[in-house]
């Protein structure tokens, strides 16, 4: 058996703004193992960034519990959250979400300075990430400076740049076209077969059938 790195259980998620609350998640269960690649489609409004959010301990459900890596995470406070991010998940949004005046490199270096590794050792790992991914001549230019497609480049090798266990990506090709949609979907699978797990949100059922399992949210619930 695969070591399971996600236990949700019975996941709810309810939103109060003013007088009125709103349930996203109606108890939602899940278990991730090692090496697995999932797509999470629902229509819009239907609770994926939501669930997103908590399995990337953005946020913290309103009941149920959360088992990452064995460690019962959904009553950290938030110090202890932003530790675990760091360390063990990997981020990649449609917006990319890069710092306008750093250079490609040094955007790639950020998750790095709160990781209390040698910044030097880290660069050397930065450019080997950047030329794995193909921009390797690019890592002085600003984002700015940069394709949309490559842009996206840069974002996952900052999430990989602490060698995290997780991969999660929130339409991570929203913003491109489908060819390069169709090259950062390639690299996905690369970092699967690589062992790394990952969990991607999508809307677009062909960005969805590169990976390995798709699951359904639909009223605040998985349909698997
Ligand atoms: N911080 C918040 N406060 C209040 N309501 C919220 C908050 N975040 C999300 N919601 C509500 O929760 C529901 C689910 O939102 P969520 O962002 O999870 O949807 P989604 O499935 O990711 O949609 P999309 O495909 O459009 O990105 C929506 O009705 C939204 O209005
Ligand atoms: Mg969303």
């Keep these: ?7 949700l259980k019975n996941i709810t998620k309810v939103y109060k703004v003013g007088d009125i609350e709103t349930t996203v998640l109606k108890g939602v269960s899940l ?18 960034t939501t669930l997103m959010n908590i399995i990337g301990c953005l ?6 519990e959360y088992y990452l890596l064995g460690k019962d995470v959904s009553k950290l406070d938030d110090d202890q959250l932003a530790e675990i991010r760091n360390k063990y998940i990997g981020f990649v949004f449609q917006q ?3 710092i306008p005046y750093l250079t490609a490199l040094e955007n790639v270096l950020v998750p790095a300075i709160y990781s209390g590794e040698s910044i030097k050792q880290k660069e050397k790992r930065a450019v080997e990430l950047l030329q794995l991914l193909g921009i390797g001549d690019k890592k002085d230019n600003k984002p700015s400076q940069l394709s ?4 996206q480049r840069v974002a996952i090798a900052r999430a990989l740049i602490n060698d995290p266990e997780l991969i999660l990506a929130d339409e991570p090709t ?3 076209d489908s060819k390069t949609a169709k090259d950062i979907m390639e690299i996905f699978v690369n970092l699967n077969k690589k062992g790394k797990t990952i969990i991607l949100i999508t809307h677009d059922p062909q960005v969805a059938s590169y990976s390995k399992k798709i699951i359904k949210i639909q009223d605040g619930k998985l349909i698997v």
């Design 31 to 48: 278990t991730v193992y090692k090496g697995d690649f999932i797509a999470i489609m629902g229509a819009s409004g239907s609770g994926k």
């Design 59 to 64: 946020d913290t459900p309103t009941s149920g």
């Design 1 to 7: 058996m695969a070591e399971p790195i996600i236990q």
């Design 96 to 98: 990319f979400f890069l």
């Design 174 to 176: 929203g913003a491109l």
């Design 148 to 151: 949309g497609g490559q842009q």
